[in-house]
């Protein structure tokens, strides 16, 4: 998935306790923002404007597990694309769906 997503993003993690100033900058970042949680998504233009964000209308979307998130993220995605083709939107979809399905029958066991 991580291919895909490089075709129209810049991919970082910031860790508030690893990298030097992080909290700082995820705060601002979440500023304005009610959800909690980690991991938390946004999409900036390239002079840092907030385009999308994981947000969903139930709170953060984390990593999108429920149906609901990973519609959300589709959204996140399809909202602010600009080479990633609706195929390629399909796949990353498959993907979220494939690892949600795995993850939430670990959590039934």
């Given amino acids: 998935m991580r291919a895909l997503l490089e075709k129209d993003y810049v ?6 306790k690893k990298h030097k100033d992080g909290a700082a900058v ?10 909690v949680g980690i991991p938390w998504m946004v999409v900036l233009d390239g002079d840092g404007r907030e385009l999308a964000s994981g947000d969903g209308p ?4 984390g990593c999108p597990a429920r149906t609901d998130e990973i519609a959300w993220f589709r959204g996140m995605l399809a ?4 080479r990633l083709q ?3 939107l399909d ?8 690892f949600a399905a795995r993850w939430l029958g670990k959590q039934k066991q």
Avoid: M, V, Y
């Fill in 11 to 16: 991919l970082l993690s910031l860790d508030s």
């Fill in 26 to 35: 995820i705060g601002k970042l979440r500023a304005g923002h009610q959800g």
């Fill in 58 to 61: 139930k709170g953060n979307i």
């Fill in 79 to 82: 909202k602010t694309r600009s």
């Fill in 86 to 88: 609706d195929a390629e």
């Fill in 91 to 98: 796949a990353i979809q498959r993907i979220n769906e494939t």
